[in-house]
């Protein structure tokens, strides 16, 4: 009888934590690509690994999930502005002593995301 308990609640435990996650492939906001960087002070070079897991942190928090557990971005070449997409870039940065954060339209830009997995 514990044996059937304890399966019984592994497999609640397994059912919930699959279906709480979701993956995004080509992720989008209003039909456009989400870019694979971030505009913010703490982040000076928000295209390095840091800046990614965060954009696609914030990302899966827009969408009602804790974080991303994985992600796989591209870059365009340059010398390819054809190939540019239109993406949304999530910033933070200080207005009249408050922290805004928010997404901000970027343009044209080459590093965006092909894949986000949230939980």
């Not at 709480?20 to 989008?28: E, G, I, R």
């Not at 992600?71 to 870039?89: A, I, L, N």
């Not at 002593?97 to 092909?114: A, E, H, I």
Request: hydrophobic content about 30%; overall charge positive; glycine content about 6%.
């Amino acid at each position: 009888m514990k044996k059937i308990g304890a399966l019984a609640l592994l497999l609640t435990l397994f059912s919930t934590t699959s279906a709480s996650a979701k993956t995004f492939l080509s992720p989008k906001l209003d039909g456009h690509s989400i870019r694979a960087c971030v505009d913010s002070y703490r982040y000076p070079d928000g295209c390095n690994e840091a800046g990614r897991k965060h954009a696609a942190n914030m990302f899966c928090q827009y969408k009602g999930y804790s974080r991303a557990t994985q992600w796989q971005w591209q870059t365009t070449p340059k010398g390819r502005p054809r190939r540019k997409k239109r993406v949304w870039e999530w910033t933070e940065q200080y207005q009249d002593g408050y922290l805004k954060r928010s997404y901000t339209w970027k343009g044209k830009k080459r590093r965006y995301f092909t894949t986000i997995e949230c939980s």
